[in-house]
């Protein structure tokens, strides 16, 4: 088996590994039974400055779970290091309910992966509750590449190695890893150009100063309808709603390709069962809700369902995943 053959864990070890760490929810005990949040405002912790899609995710989503679970839910903000302040922070809070987060992948597994020096441990301090959204990004080239379509692009990357190059918007970043994936998955040899930030690497790749990149779908399309770039295929497992034309990469030539931004809430590792349970069902009214939908499309988001148990496989074998692309590739933060 080579590096990129493991990089994606067969499905049936995912429940496995999820009950066997701190992600999954716990059995019900007598005490779970009878808790209840606290009789006080609950804490929505988000690790980035207002505006952006996580912050804007949160706000969305608040009302409804505070309606749901009748309290008042307050949104803070602990901005800082890509996610990591505010995941700390929960993670060494009291597992009475009163504070939980909502947090990418990008603050979760795709940060354990890198670094080996995060003041907390994504397998044992946190409770995963439920999913709440997937922010697909697109593969997208400049005008003039001979690549109409995936499969087009892997045969010309595999019959001139090394000529190719991806622009992403900063090293270990999820664009970069979006771009790391394609090459292991598709065991290519495409040079990486990092830049500082998303609108010079969009920039470039639209004066044809660089071949290929992944960019979030919200800014990449409106691109692609003037005719400035290309898309080739998305990086979530299934097509967005905001751009149903454009097929997925695992459907297009590399079918184990998932590389799409993940949103999902947690609480601090002790929480009772029945407290993680309610919060859930809270969550997942909520993101159903037809308005709710409706606005998570304005952001170029999908609504993401699932009970915890199912949430934390899914973050048990993403963490794998970009665990082994991290070792295969040599890619790590100090």
Known sequence: MTAADAILPSMATLTRRALGCGIAATALSARAQTADFPDRPLRFVVGFPPGGPNDLLTRLIAPGIGERLKRTVIVENRAGSNGEIAAASVAKAPADGSIFMLASNGSTTVAAALNKSLPYNVRTDFVAVAPVGINPMLLVVRPDLPARDVAELLALARASPGKLNGASAGAGGATHLALELFKALGRLDIVHVPYKGGGPAMADLMAGLVD?????LSTALPHVKAGKLRA?????IRRSAAAPDIPTI??????SYDAAISYGIFLPTGTSASLVERLHDAVDATVRSPDVARKFAELGADPQFGSPAEFAAYVAADLDKWSTLAKSAGLKIE
Request: proline content about 6%.
């Open 212 to 216: 290929i990149y992944f960019g979030g």
């Open 232 to 236: 080739l295929g998305q990086t979530g």
């Open 250 to 255: 695992a459907e297009s030539g590399l079918p």
